[in-house]
């Protein structure tokens, strides 16, 4: 069986395994930086991804 990457993450806080946020995938080395930059992965760091992604997609899709 091939687990997924979200399935070896489970729901570890991610600054405890950073290690996991090594990847190629933009979003793990989005993540990472913050991580390793800041050392804290909290309600302001989510929200402040959030806002991102949907900025993200207003934009890309013409939704603004």
């Known amino acids: ?11 570890y806080n991610p600054i405890d ?9 933009y979003t793990d080395k989005e993540i990472r930086d913050v991580l390793y930059s800041r050392k804290i ?7 402040k991804r959030r806002d991102k992604i949907i900025n993200f997609i207003f934009k890309n ?3 603004i």
């Open 17 to 25: 395994k950073v290690s996991l946020f090594d990847s190629d995938f």
């Open 61 to 63: 899709w013409d939704l």
């Open 1 to 11: 069986m091939v687990w997924g990457d979200n399935a070896e993450k489970k729901s």
């Open 41 to 47: 992965w909290g309600e302001s760091e989510i929200k």
